[in-house]
């Protein structure tokens, strides 16, 4: 079981937004302002899309965002792509002993 | 082009050991800090060690022990040396640049198995 709770699918048409959201405790996500999101296509190595929460590493498009509320973090993808397809794992720094955790993992499908 | 490249996966014995590298090309690895992170078939993420520039370390419960993670500045790679390896530990390996509180750079993955 992953230490940080994802939604296993979401999905939308192309041009539509949809959000995933990443819940975790007061001692990861509720914590600290270092919440990334990754994305992986198949058979690929994952790629950074946000850290901080919502900061963007140079090249990655403006339709991805991030926020926080709590214990939990959210990306929303906004005027989806075909190639927005992929699966979406979020991490928080936990600090301690264990210092990253991850999500499970969001398929999004681009119907 | 900024490249991390992992070798050293391959078919081990449980109760056996692997080593595994990761080098670096494009780049110089001795100022950043160092994950590895791996993916079992079908699975998600795990985080499985650092070591920072100046070789702090940390591990995950479920490798602290029987993994060992170093680096060599002068050779610009890194490295994960795997001892008492079981089915569960059956994944891709990716060495991760770690930076900003991030996963920045990744490579493209080894695959360990590990079956008798």
């Known amino acids: 079981q992953s230490a940080l709770t994802q939604p296993p699918s979401a999905s939308g048409s192309p041009g539509q937004s949809v959000t995933i959201s990443c819940t975790g405790t007061?001692?990861?996500?509720?914590?600290?302002?270092?919440v990334s999101w990754y994305q992986q296509h198949p058979d690929k190595a994952p790629k950074l899309m946000i850290y901080e929460v919502t900061k963007r590493p140079s090249g990655v498009p403006d339709r991805f965002s991030g926020s926080k509320s709590g214990n939990t973090a959210s990306l929303t993808v906004s005027g989806l792509q075909a190639d927005d397809e992929a699966d979406y794992y979020c991490?928080?720094?936990?600090?301690?002993?264990?210092?990253?955790?991850f999500g499970g993992g969001t398929k999004l499908t681009v119907l | 082009e900024v490249q991390l490249v992992e070798s050293g996966g391959g078919l081990a014995q449980p109760g056996g050991s692997l080593r595994l590298s990761c080098a670096a090309s494009g780049f110089t690895l001795r100022n950043y800090s160092l994950d590895w992170v791996r993916q079992a078939p079908g699975k998600g993420l795990e985080w499985l060690s650092y070591?920072?520039?100046?070789?702090?370390?940390y591990y995950a419960d479920s490798v602290r022990g029987r993994f060992t993670i170093s680096r060599d500045n002068a050779k610009n790679s890194l490295y994960l040396q795997m001892d008492s390896l079981r089915a569960e530990d059956t994944a891709v390996y990716y060495c991760?640049?770690?930076?900003?509180?991030?996963?920045?750079?990744w490579g493209q993955g080894t695959m360990v198995t590990v079956s008798s």
């Open positions: 991490s928080s720094y936990a600090g301690s002993n264990n210092l990253w955790v």
């Open positions: 070591i920072s520039s100046s070789s702090v370390i």
């Open positions: 991760v640049i770690d930076a900003d509180y991030a996963f920045h750079i």
């Open positions: 007061s001692g990861d996500v509720g914590r600290y302002n270092y």
